[in-house]
Structures are given as structure tokens and as C-alpha cells.
């Protein structure tokens, strides 16, 4: 079986620096740290609606948008908050929008699932199982119908793989040849249902891809080497053939299906969410190899988790000193012709002109 060390002497490993080791562990502790105070201020009840934690599982979108190029494109399902962080999202705009102010990223009106960054090519988290892959085809479909030789990372969770969206959108970007790559985060429970309960198969989920003439590959979420190492190949059948790929990732969620799951210790033991946290965390697993590599000391890793709690404390001040949306704000961002206000837009016949 191959380890760290291997993947870390691959190709698309060996050109990486120091300081792209270091700004790895920046990204990761900025997703914790946005969601672990996003927490205190849900629990406190400051913030409405569900909110959904990818911590345990931040290394994948780290090393996925490091190989990502300006015309590349992601989305994702519901747990993606520190995706779009990662993609390039403010944690004050994506703050203030878990607040609920006019201030976030959809301008409060979205919460969780309106985490969306066009301007990164990140497009959002959507909630329903699997709705987002065939988006994912859409965009990949719009590649490369435009010439541009860009990639689609569409990530989604094993609960997602039994839907038959999810099964039609593999058809459709393997019959067309479009570059996408769905990424299935494994993390085990779905919505509180094990794997082994919920889906029939051999030894895995991406094997399915077979079915459709798709190549496919598994790998470790808690190795950034490996992820990047097996994410290499199928960019480059993508980017240069127009052949998309599925990969599943080996994670796990820390906390529950949402931070009010109060299952989370029914479907699974407390001893075993504690050994994974105590033995599997990616944050830890990785500040580990920095100081093991010379890469960085103690005292630099402190201050990349002080400077992130610092940045994640400012923006939830942010967050409450900002207004509310209006009551009139509610009838924007429906139609983009009403809020431009072009003829069709203004007689009601919003796709067509008179």
C-alpha cells in the first residue's frame, strides 16, 4: 500500500514549496476556525436554519483547489462552507450571511446553501441529494462547447450516490465526453445511515463509474499528497481529452449531520467519533508532517492557528454589526430581468420579449 511518503515524492508533488506546505495548513485552519465559532453562535442562538460542518474532511477541498486553474469551476453539495472559503470566499461575507444580514454572500437572503462565489467559479452548496451533479455536467457541457479547456470539480457525499440524478448525469458526461470530475466524499453516514445500509456494492462506491465506460480511482481525505496525486490524471484527461472521472475520497465528518443532530452518537459509537478525531484528524495529520519536514516550527503553526481564529472572531463581529435585509429586498434577485429592468422584465414576461 502506498503512504504519505510516496505520493509525497509523486510528479505533481515534488514541485511544491515550503510555503505552499504552510499555506495548506492556512487554508485548513481557516475552515475550522470559521466553523467552530460559526458554531458558538449557532448554538447560542444567533443564527436560524441548519448549518452543516465539513470539520474532518478539510484537507479535500485544500488540495483540490490547489491544482485548480482561472477557468476551472466547482460546486458542491450541503456540507461546503469551507469550500467556498477555500475557493476564495470572504469569511466575513460568508459569516454575515449565516447571520442572516445584508452583508453575506447572498446577501442574507441564502444561509448555508447560499454560499456561492461566481467570481471564483465556485457555485454553491445545494441541498438537495445529487442536484448539484448535473450542474456539474452543465457547466463542464458549457466548456466545452465554449473551447475552453477547463475542469468541473463536482464534489458530493456517498448518501448522494443512489439518486437517480446522479446516475444520469454519469451517463450524459460520459456520452458527451465532458470534463468533469465528482468527487464523492465518503464520509460514511449520509444523513445518519451507514454506507453498508444504504448502497449495494463490491469493494466501492466509484466503481460504479464502470458502468458508464468512466474511469475512476480511490483515495485517502486525509492525505493531501495522495489527493493531489490521484486528482492529477483525471485533470489531465479531463483538461486534454474531455473525459470526466469519479473519484471517491476516504473522510470523515467530525461532528453530526448538522450541528443539531441529535443522533450522532446513535448511528455511531462516541468511542469510535473520538478515536477519529484523536488518530484521523487532517489538520493535526498535516501540522505533523510540516514539523516533521522542517517545513515549519511550533511557534509558526501557532501563529497560523492564532492569526485564523482572529480573522474567523472579526468576521462574526462583522457579522452582528451589519443590517438586515429589507422587507423590499425580498422581491430582488428572482428574476434578473425584473432587477434590470429591461422591456420583458417590465411586462411580466420575464423570458420573452413582447
Request: aromatic share 10%.
Amino acid at each position: 500500500m502506498a503512504t504519505t511518503e510516496n505520493f509525497q515524492h509523486s510528479p505533481v508533488n515534488r514541485t511544491l514549496t515550503a510555503d505552499d506546505r504552510r499555506h495548506f495548513y492556512r487554508q485548513m485552519m481557516r475552515m475550522r476556525a470559521f466553523e467552530i465559532m460559526a458554531i458558538q453562535h449557532y448554538q447560542a442562538g444567533r443564527m436560524g436554519g441548519f448549518l452543516i460542518a465539513q470539520i474532518g474532511q478539510e484537507s479535500i477541498p485544500v488540495a483540490v483547489r490547489s491544482l485548480m486553474e482561472p477557468q476551472d469551476h466547482s460546486l458542491c453539495g450541503l456540507r461546503g462552507m469551507g469550500t467556498a472559503l477555500v475557493a476564495g470566499m470572504s469569511m466575513k461575507e460568508g459569516m454575515a450571511e449565516l447571520f442572516g444580514r445584508a452583508t453575506g454572500c447572498a446577501k442574507g437572503k441564502g444561509g448555508l446553501f447560499g454560499f456561492y462565489a461566481p467570481e471564483h467559479h465556485h457555485w454553491g452548496g445545494h441541498g438537495y441529494a445529487a442536484t448539484q451533479t448535473a450542474l456539474g455536467a452543465g457547466l463542464a457541457f458549457g466548456l466545452k462547447h465554449q473551447g475552453i479547456p477547463g475542469v468541473v470539480f463536482c464534489y458530493l457525499g456517498e448518501g448522494s450516490v443512489n439518486q437517480g440524478v446522479f446516475h444520469e448525469s454519469l451517463n450524459l458526461a460520459a456520452l458527451f465526453r465532458l470534463p468533469v470530475i465528482y468527487l464523492i466524499e465518503n464520509n460514511r453516514y449520509a444523513m445518519g445511515t451507514s454506507v453498508q445500509r444504504s448502497s449495494a456494492m463490491k469493494e466501492n462506491l466509484a466503481q460504479r463509474a464502470e458502468g458508464y465506460g468512466m474511469a475512476w480511482d480511490l483515495c485517502d481525505g486525509n492525505d493531501l499528497y495522495e489527493i493531489r496525486a490521484k486528482l492529477h490524471p483525471a485533470i489531465e484527461r479531463a483538461r486534454h481529452e474531455y473525459r470526466p472521472t469519479v473519484i471517491e475520497i476516504a473522510t470523515y465528518r467530525f461532528e453530526g449531520f448538522t450541528i443539531a443532530d441529535a443522533n450522532k452518537f446513535k448511528y455511531r459509537s462516541k468511542q469510535e467519533a473520538d478515536e477519529r478525531m484523536l488518530n484521523h484528524d487532517p489538520v493535526k495529520l498535516w501540522a505533523a508532517h510540516l514539523l516533521k519536514e522542517k517545513d515549519a516550527d511550533e511557534d509558526e503553526l501557532r501563529a497560523i492557528r492564532i492569526e485564523a481564529r482572529a480573522e474567523a472572531k472579526e468576521a462574526a463581529e462583522f457579522a452582528k454589526a451589519s443590517p438586515y435585509p429589507t422587507k423590499a429586498a425580498i422581491l430582488e434577485d428572482v428574476y434578473w430581468e425584473v432587477d434590470h429592468g429591461p422591456p420583458a422584465g417590465k411586462t411580466g414576461r420575464h423570458f420573452f420579449t413582447p
